[in-house]
């Protein structure tokens, strides 16, 4: 299984630089692993420097100017889970973890399935495929909302907010 760790979101200069959204806990993470994926290509990467809290600028070896730079515009970086380092805390997990959870709702009913995790700037949310009605809806992944993770037995908890109600 492949994690993605970032995102190329657009060259950045004339010599091929890229920019890259990051799904790291800090974002110089994402040069730690090595040569990252995309479908069946590898990119060596290497940061050039650290933007904000999520993205960075890099160079991405052979890629020499912004025209070939611009031909990764939405490519997913990821690497292979194997290569991420083990998680020691039982109340620690990586994202991709939740994917296919079960969600319950406080009384322990089955409520639906995590589908998704996005992160569109302003935090994590949940798509969660709603098993009564068989549709999507998206929450702020909050420990007020989801206050509890079974890692163990695969299943989180929701709070369900008030505007959504049951």
Do not use: W
């Not at 959204?21 to 800090?26: I, L, M, P, R, Y």
């Not at 999507?136 to 993770?149: A, D, G, Q, V």
């Amino acid at each position: 299984m492949n994690i993605c760790l970032g995102i190329i979101t657009s060259p950045h200069g004339i010599k091929g630089a890229v920019k890259i959204k990051t799904f790291t806990e800090k974002p110089e993470n994402i040069f730690l692993y090595g040569e990252l994926i995309s479908g069946s290509e590898n990119y060596k990467i290497s940061l050039v420097s650290v933007v904000s809290n999520n993205l960075v600028i890099a160079t991405i070896s052979g890629v020499n100017s912004r025209n070939e730079a611009e031909l990764l515009r939405n490519k997913k970086l990821y690497i292979e889970r194997n290569k991420l380092p083990q998680l020691n805390d039982e109340d620690e997990f990586y994202q991709n973890d939740l994917v296919n959870m079960e969600v319950r709702l406080e009384s322990n009913e089955l409520y639906g399935y995590v589908k998704s995790v996005h992160n569109f700037g302003s935090g994590d949310i949940l798509e969660i495929l709603v098993i009564s009605t068989k549709k999507n809806i998206m929450l702020s992944f909050t420990k007020e909302i989801f206050p509890y993770i079974n890692m163990k037995e695969r299943y989180i908890v929701i709070n369900m907010p008030e505007f959504i109600g049951q």
